[in-house]
Structures are given as structure tokens and as C-alpha cells.
């Protein structure tokens, strides 16, 4: 069992301890965090590493440490103050690295948690960063207090708007009448290249018209509109 905190989010920490700043509630409780729209789901981990770090008590209130720690006003003075607590509950990662703790390299920060609490892979590399956090607290790193802003979708952006255009030379609407029907259609041109052209032909067909009706109506259409 893992005895070193870790979470998948790191920056839900970051987020918290800098809400801790400027309004420290009575008591924090899993519910504090979910009400702070924070580490959805992954609250309880929240809470388990500010407990780690001697930030809260077992009942979510505010350890006498963390008096003195969140107290401070200056950004500077708050980092010194924190850098108390980290290195207090992470005193076997100093004690084998010292003072190089704060800046040791991924890999030999996994290999130490992962050794020390037979933890896997990926639970290591949570281990590592969430170490990696409180170290950027206590002024041994840069701070990023939420993550980066997702890309909007292009799906937007790839709309294509669709306009129509008609020339002002259009040809006039074609209308061709048989003895027994009548064939009718709209059309315009344009003199812009590549401009495209839509033609919405109707043809009203007589139910009872003969084979010499239609060819009539389709010759018609044909020289007129097709050929003209």
C-alpha cells in the first residue's frame, strides 16, 4: 500500500492549496472540493495529500502548522514557510538525497517511491509528480495552477458559408408550352471563373400525352436551355 500520496491530476492540488490562501473553511472535507468544482471524482486523493504534508488533521481542519504556514501574506514567505512541511513528510526522500531532493529527475523520484512503497509504474509517476507540486509550492519549481486550455474544435471553424449570387445578364426564365403541356426552367450565369452553377428544371408531363409531346418538350429544352 502506497504510504506517499498521489493523484492523477496534479494541478487539482496546486488549485486547492492556492484556494486554501486566500479562504481556509473550518473544515476541508472531500465535499470542500467537490463544491470547488476540483478533481472531479478524485477528490478523497485531494484531501489525502494536504493530510500528507501535515496541512489538515484527520478531521479536515486546520493543523496548527498550517496556521503559521497559510498565515503569511508574501508569495516568498509562504514558500519558505511550506518548504518546512514538505521536507518534514517527505523526510526518508531527504534523508537519502538531501537538499538535491528538490530537483532530482523523474526517473530516480519513481525508482525511490516506487522502491519504497512497492508501488507500480503508473502509481509511481503520480508519486513523482505530486511530490514535484509541493516542491513548486515551496518556491522549488514553477507553479501551474490549472491545466492548459483544451483547443476548440475546428468544427466551427470549417463551416463553410454558402452564398448566392446572380448576375445581373441572367437569362430570363425559359418556358416551353405543348399543345397538351408545358415544360418551364430557371437558370443563371455568371461571368466569374469557376463560379458554380446550380439548374432546377420542372416538367409538368400530360398524363395523357403522346411520344411526339415529349420529344417536343425535351427538344425544346434541349435548344433552348442546354444549347442556347
Known amino acids: 500500500m502506497a504510504t506517499h500520496p498521489y493523484i492523477s491530476g496534479f494541478g487539482s492540488i496546486t488549485q486547492m492549496v492556492l484556494r486554501l490562501r486566500k479562504a481556509f473553511p473550518a473544515t476541508v472535507t472531500s465535499e470542500t472540493v467537490k463544491k470547488l468544482g ?3 471524482n478524485n477528490e478523497s486523493y485531494v484531501i489525502n495529500a494536504l493530510q500528507f504534508v501535515g ?3 484527520t478531521e479536515g481542519k486546520k493543523t496548527p502548522a498550517a496556521v503559521q504556514v497559510f498565515s503569511k501574506h508574501k508569495d516568498e514567505d509562504f514558500s519558505n514557510a511550506f518548504e ?8 526518508a526522500l531527504f534523508e537519502l538525497h538531501g537538499e538535491g531532493s528538490w530537483t532530482l529527475p523523474d526517473e530516480d ?22 511530490f514535484k507540486v509541493f516542491a513548486a ?11 492548459p486550455p483544451k483547443a476548440k474544435g475546428t468544427a466551427a471553424q470549417g463551416k463553410v458559408k454558402k452564398a448566392k449570387k446572380q448576375s445581373s445578364g441572367a437569362a430570363p426564365a ?4 405543348g399543345s ?6 430557371n437558370s443563371g450565369t455568371s461571368t466569374a471563373k469557376n463560379l458554380g452553377l446550380s439548374v432546377r428544371i420542372e416538367i409538368n408531363l400530360p398524363a395523357d400525352g403522346t411520344k411526339e409531346t415529349y ?14
Open 38 to 40: 476540483l478533481a472531479p
Open 55 to 57: 496541512i489538515l488533521d
Open 84 to 91: 518546512d512541511l514538505v521536507k518534514k513528510a517527505y523526510s
Open 109 to 130: 523520484l519513481i525508482t525511490f517511491f516506487r522502491q519504497t512503497d512497492q508501488t507500480s509504474h503508473t502509481i509511481g509517476v503520480r508519486q513523482a509528480g505530486t
Open 137 to 147: 509550492l515551496a518556491g522549488h519549481g514553477e507553479i501551474q495552477a490549472s491545466k
Open 174 to 177: 425559359a418556358e416551353v408550352v
Open 180 to 185: 397538351t403541356g408545358a415544360a418551364s426552367a
Open 215 to 228: 420529344d417536343n418538350i425535351f427538344k425544346s429544352i434541349k435548344d433552348n436551355l442546354l444549347n442556347g
